[in-house]
């Protein structure tokens, strides 16, 4: 990894295989992403956040996207239960002329181009460790959401905290220990 030279404007990018997801688990996907999407900020470097100066240059926050159609939280996960078609979530979750460059990417789902739910937001890194436990936290994240249920209306929790994120979607204290390690050394540097 000698070789292997990164700088901020660089990301890494996941893909999830998703092709045999039903319409109703890739909205419990997003419907979970948008929950947790500022506690995933919170274990990554401030420039790969929501609100710091760099990160509308690399891409969109998903919340605030579908926020600014639907002002709440709550609206924005009702927004996506909704959803009859996979093109109309697809469009929800990424709108305008830079769909494809949100946190959680579905444009691929769109257009045929591959069957993956694209995760944008980490850094680049030449940490062997750090890749692969975002990419385990990736997938599960995927495979676990995809099973729960849909939030509509009653059943749409308060504000999503780090501990429920790894408690009932990731279940790995692995990776639990490691990223609230990675959240407090954040926090500690910005």
Known sequence: VACIRTNESMGMHVHVESKNYSLESVKSIC?????FEEIIDSFLPFHRRTGSEK?????????????SRHHTLKGSL?????????????????????ERYHKLNLQNLKTGRQPTIE???HHSTKD???VVNWVRFCV??????AKLPLLTGDNIPGDAVFDE????II???????????KRANSENVD
């Open 140 to 145: 599960l994240f995927v495979v676990n959401a």
């Open 119 to 121: 995760f944008r937001q």
């Open 171 to 181: 279940m790995c204290p692995i990776l639990q220990d490691y990223y609230s390690e």
């Open 128 to 130: 062997e460790k750090e």
């Open 78 to 98: 009702k927004a996506v239960s909704s959803c009859q078609t996979r093109v109309e979530l697809y469009d929800l979750m990424n709108p305008g002329f830079r």
């Open 55 to 67: 990160c509308h240059s690399y891409f969109e926050s998903n919340i605030l996207s579908v926020m």
């Open 165 to 168: 994120l790894f408690e009932n």
């Open 31 to 35: 419907q979970q992403f948008l929950r």
